[in-house]
């Protein structure tokens, strides 16, 4: 595969296509995510729980993140690398430039920071500097003391209102990409049609330009119940490789995710 860039994904939502991302926290699954054609990769703090047993992602250091964001560039054939700046590594423009650095230095191709129309002065001073950023709104884990558990955001009409006036005001000021977690899927369809720049989902319904799933979850690895939004692709493939081609092939051709894996 041809190395993907923002400029393959921005225009694929152009021509309305879809693109398919995983997470990967190490070398070797990175290659196979990217060998089976997904996309993208993205190095989410989600290895705070996943790969260290965190009841949630705020212990995870921009250290962590730089070492994995390095394993996963080492593995990877031609997909664009997300990495996410971890808690509080993005609490003043002053960090968030310091560590977005750091993560772009260890092989990423596009930082990932969690919030709303605050970010708007961080990103454009990233994307004056060189550095894309997607924004990661709905949902945004780090803030789940704040939220009060995790769950589904922009239910009623201000909130959801809200969030598009940030996806746009967050996209003039120079974000190259969204996410959205958790929100419901009419309201993440507008997101998408508002905004130019491309829409990642993940709990977010068919409509989005893209979708995301953390990789242990998609295989069936992950401990405890199964949230509603993830589909285990090892029911009916045999083999790991299998599996995650037939993710990225039923992203694309938007069988998944089904009705059954969003929200109202
Ligand atoms: O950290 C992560 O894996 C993420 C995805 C769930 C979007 O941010
Ligand atoms: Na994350």
């Known amino acids: 595969m041809s190395n993907i860039t923002l400029h393959t994904l921005t225009a694929r939502k152009q021509a ?10 190490d070398s070797c699954f ?3 995510v990217s060998e089976a054609g ?5 190095v989410g703090d989600s290895l ?3 790969l260290q047993g965190n009841d949630s992602t705020l212990p995870v250091s921009v250290e962590e993140m730089a070492y994995h964001t390095a394993c996963v560039a080492r593995g990877n054939q031609g997909s664009m690398i997300m990495a996410d700046l971890p808690f509080m590594s993005y609490a003043t423009p002053a960090q968030a430039m310091e560590n977005a ?4 230095a260890a092989g990423a191709h596009i930082i990932k920071i969690e919030g709303t129309a605050w970010l708007a002065e961080t990103i454009s001073l990233l994307a004056e500097r060189g550095i894309p950023a997607c924004a990661h709104l709905g949902l945004t884990p780090q803030a789940v003391n704040k939220l009060g558990g995790y769950k589904v955001q922009g239910r ?4 959801a209102r809200q969030m598009i006036e940030d996806a746009v005001l967050l996209e003039q000021s120079g974000a190259s990409m969204l996410l959205l977690e958790c929100v419901p899927s009419l ?3 507008e997101v998408t049609e508002a905004v130019d720049i491309p829409v990642i989902g993940i709990g977010a319904g068919s409509d989005t330009d893209a979708q995301v799933l953390v990789l242990h979850d998609m295989l069936g690895l992950t401990p405890g119940r199964r949230p509603k939004f993830v589909k285990n692709f090892m029911e009916e493939n045999d083999t790991v490789q299998d599996a995650l081609k037939a993710y990225a092939d039923a ?3 938007g069988t998944f995710p089904g009705p059954e894996h969003g929200f109202e």
Do not use: C, P, Q
């Not at 309305?16 to 926290?25: I, S």
């Not at 997904?38 to 993205?42: P, Q």
């Open 16 to 25: 309305g296509e879809k693109f398919a991302v995983l997470t990967a926290y």
């Open 30 to 32: 990175a290659h196979l």
């Open 38 to 42: 997904n996309e993208m990769i993205l």
């Open 48 to 50: 705070g729980m996943v």
């Open 101 to 104: 650095a750091a993560l772009m």
């Open 156 to 159: 009623d009409r201000e909130s």
């Open 187 to 189: 309201l993440a369809r």
């Open 251 to 253: 992203v694309r051709d």
